[in-house]
Nanobody, 124 residues
């Protein structure tokens, strides 16, 4: 069992920044690839970013590349998503995710554990 708890969401203006955090407990954190997904109302949950066990390898959706940075601190059992240059289209509930598979490009069907989500709203 792995428990994931997101924090750091909120309301920001377009062009602003947020840093999301995901605290993990219940299992060996660094044995999982970690990722972030997001879901806007009426839309499918989509991949945003992923990071390997070591934190060395990272991948991003095209919409996030160049603006978002995923990182992890295994000593703190925490993964982060730094979001810069936010756009109204980034508005969604953001979910932390964990998979035991070695996947940098993740599908929602690959995920073993989900966080409860944190709301990010970007105003225009």
């Amino acid at each position: 069992q792995v428990q994931l708890v997101e924090s750091g969401g909120g309301l920001v203006q377009a062009g602003g920044s947020l840093r999301l955090s995901c605290a993990a407990s219940g299992h060996t954190f660094n044995s999982y690839y970690m990722g972030w997904f997001r879901q806007a109302p009426g839309q499918e949950r989509e991949f945003v970013a992923a990071i390997s066990w070591s934190g060395v390898s990272r991948s991003y959706a095209d919409s996030a590349k160049g603006r978002f940075t995923i990182s992890r601190d295994n000593a703190k059992n925490t993964v982060y998503l730094q979001m810069n240059s936010l756009k109204p289209d980034d508005t969604a509930v953001y979910y932390c995710a964990a998979t035991s598979q070695s996947l940098l490009r993740m599908s929602r069907y690959d995920i073993n554990y989900w966080g409860q989500g944190t709301q990010v709203t970007v105003s225009s």
